[in-house]
T-cell receptor, first 113, second 114 residues
Framework: KQEVTQIPAALSVPEGENLVLNCSFT??????LQWFRQDPGKGLTSLLL?????REQTSGRLNASLDKSSGRSTLYIAASQPGDSATYLC????????????FGTGTRLLVSP | SAVISQKPSRDICQRGTSLTIQCQVD?????MFWYRQQPGQSLTLIAT?????????ESGFVIDKFPISRPNLTFSTLTVSNMSPEDSSIYLC???????????FGPGTRLTVT
């Protein structure tokens, strides 16, 4: 059974810092990995998707990397802003029945001005 | 991507009643899913909504408790039946297309059962 863990569970940083969020998964037989953000009481916003054959994806100040063999992904946020405050979730899909996502436990990020 | 809406956005219901949640997409999609997020928890997949046939449920979820319909490629409903306080959660629908199967989520329905 796939298990997805995110470290740290919570993170508080001053504005402007670069930061790294970690995601690990127990079964390396994945099809893709997605990073989402969730604002309090709201739905999920897709940030980045990395297919299993890819090593990284970039969107603006966000960069996500994937090391499939070691079961790890990182989300790098450059020059953090208060608007980045949210819960960040990673999710993986299996390489069979690959539409189904298994979610991590989340990292709650607070960026203070 | 697509614009995904859910109705209602929130509701407070009494124990023993049922609530039907609607998910509408502004374009045709291949896959539709329903997830549950219990308070302070991450998301758990309830089922895959299949167009014109019975939904595919994950372990721990049954059709009698969570009947799902998907009459076409843009619309699905999830019913939470015979509710108890343990059903208090956020319910989210998501959609995807063929490869690479990136999923997009609706805004969620916050359900409180008293």
């Amino acid at each position: 059974k796939q298990e997805v863990t995110q470290i740290p569970a919570a993170l508080s940083v001053p504005e402007g810092e670069n930061l790294v969020l970690n995601c690990s998964f127990t079964d390396s037989a994945i099809y893709n990995l997605q990073w989402f953000r969730q604002d309090p009481g709201k739905g999920l916003t897709s940030l980045l998707l990395i297919q299993s054959s890819q090593r990284e994806q970039t969107s603006g100040r966000l960069n996500a990397s994937l090391d499939k063999s070691s079961g790890r992904s990182t989300l790098y946020i450059a020059a953090s802003q208060p608007g980045d405050s949210a819960t960040y979730l990673c999710a993986v899909s299996r390489d069979t029945g690959f539409q189904k996502l298994v979610f991590g436990t989340g990292t709650r990020l607070l960026v203070s001005p | 991507s697509a614009v995904i809406s859910q109705k209602p956005s929130r509701d407070i219901c009494q124990r023993g009643t049922s609530l039907t949640i609607q998910c509408q997409v502004d374009s045709q999609v291949t896959m539709m899913f329903w997830y549950r997020q219990q308070p302070g928890q991450s998301l758990t997949l309830i089922a895959t909504a299949n167009q014109g046939s019975e939904a595919t449920y994950e372990s721990g979820f049954v059709i009698d408790k969570f009947p799902i319909s998907r009459p076409n490629l843009t619309f699905s409903t999830l019913t939470v039946s015979n509710m108890s306080p343990e059903d208090s959660s956020i319910y989210l629908c998501s959609v995807s297309w063929t490869g690479p199967y990136e999923q997009y989520f609706g805004p969620g329905t916050r359900l409180t059962v008293t």
